[in-house]
């Protein structure tokens, strides 16, 4: 079974901290997301990135920046958290040619206070 | 991008069949439709995807009508389990992203 982790389930951090967020997965996966969800917005897509070092912005990159060194690990970054931020942060990974197929994470529930 | 309309909640009770029906008017040539599951506290998953006419896997079934306008997911005889949020997604090739809506939130009571 493919495995997507994420560092932390719940999070709580202060405003304008530096937060990192990581993800890792064990299938060796070309393709990494970071979506955030909130209630009664469905998923939005922050970030993703198709191969090492190589990212694209999504729909909501502001206030986000993200890293991908090694295959297997992507990070998202919030350089200076705020209250906004709060929020589900979920993590995906896929094959390059099944992008459809996209395997999640738990998330991690990031708190700004 | 194919928008796509869905309803926002839906009741059932066990051991009924619910039928969530998505509509992608605009739907491309190439797009396929996908559908995802989410249960409380956890990552989407994914559960089917098709073109045309019909898919059935393990977990539910796709009915796609011949103009692919709309789509319709079918869980068989559900249960307690598959309260969950169902979201429907148009995809095609050459896009780098899936774009989620609200999805339809599945409530099954006993």
């Known amino acids: 079974d493919v495995k997507v982790t994420q560092s932390s389930r719940y999070l709580v951090k202060r405003t304008g901290e530096k937060v990192f967020l990581e993800c890792v997965q064990d299938m060796d996966h070309e393709n990494m997301f970071w979506y955030r969800q909130d209630p009664g917005l469905g998923l939005r897509l922050i970030y993703f990135?198709?191969?090492?070092?190589?990212?694209e912005k999504g729909d909501i990159p502001e206030g986000y920046s993200v890293s991908r060194e090694k295959k297997e690990r992507f990070s998202l970054i919030l350089e200076s958290a705020s209250t906004n931020q709060t929020s589900m942060y979920l993590c995906?990974?896929?094959?390059?040619?099944?992008?459809?197929?996209?395997?999640f994470g738990p998330g991690t529930r990031l708190t700004v206070t | 991008l194919a928008k796509t309309t869905q309803p926002i909640s839906m009741d059932s009770y066990e051991g009924q069949e619910v039928n969530i029906t998505c509509s992608h008017n605009n739907i491309a040539t190439n797009d396929y439709i996908t559908w995802y599951q989410q249960f409380p506290s956890q990552g989407p998953r994914f559960i089917i995807q098709g073109y045309k006419t019909k898919v059935t896997n393990e977990v539910a079934s796709l009915f796609i009508p011949a103009d692919r306008k709309s789509s319709t997911l079918s869980l068989p005889r559900v249960s307690l389990s598959d309260t969950a949020v169902y979201y429907c997604l148009v995809f095609g090739p050459g896009r780098r992203a899936l774009t989620f809506g609200s999805g339809t939130r599945l409530q099954v009571q006993p």
């Open positions: 995906a990974s896929s094959l390059s040619g099944t992008l459809y197929e996209q395997y």
């Open positions: 990135s198709y191969d090492v070092k190589m990212k």
